[in-house]
């Protein structure tokens, strides 16, 4: 069984101290480490390391290269999808590393720009289109759907965003 998680993606800084910090001191860390985290990517890694095969869609809220580069370095065949809000997407998986700016729009409302980013990128590349066509349509249905009012009613269907792609 294939399992697709959606869930967040960030980077944990931890910071080894001797004691807890006291209301109003400032201590020094004995170690300080970064690492590929959140509560999305975290359950998606346990599924994998469990022998699930498993598919993450997430967005990120630091810098997407670093992200990029720690998940490749520790999962180099793994298909990495990242959501860049405004800056708009990135690919990265056996076919290369590809970006996708945003495409611009009267912004009315962006609770759903994830998810339909999500499902079009999702749909479209399970049908076998390369990963830049994938990112070019779910940009473009995420368009679409921050130029509308709520979230399940903003997600645009199929042939609206094709009508968008021959724009």
């Known amino acids: 069984m294939k399992i697709l998680n959606f869930g967040s ?8 101290i001797k004691n807890f910090v006291k209301s109003g ?16 990517l975290n359950q998606s890694i346990a599924l994998a390391r469990a022998g699930a095969e498993i598919y993450h869609a997430g967005i990120e809220d630091g810098n997407p290269e670093y992200i990029l580069e720690k998940l490749s ?9 990242l959501t860049l ?9 056996t076919a290369g590393t590809f970006y996708q700016p945003a495409y611009r729009i009267k912004t009315v409302d962006t609770t759903a720009a994830g998810d339909t980013f999500c499902g079009y990128f999702i749909q479209t590349y399970s049908q076998g289109q390369k ?16 130029s509308r009012q709520g979230a399940s009613p903003s997600i645009p269907l199929a042939e609206e965003v094709a009508a968008y792609l021959n724009k």
């Open 9 to 16: 993606l960030n980077i944990d800084k931890t910071y080894n």
């Open 25 to 40: 001191e400032t201590v020094m860390a004995l170690k300080y480490r970064e690492f590929c985290g959140g509560k999305g």
């Open 73 to 81: 370095d520790r999962y180099p065949d793994a298909e990495i999808v």
């Open 85 to 93: 809000g405004e800056k708009g997407s990135c690919y990265q998986g």
């Open 131 to 146: 990963p830049e066509e994938a990112l070019k349509r779910a940009a473009k249905a995420s368009a679409i759907a921050v």
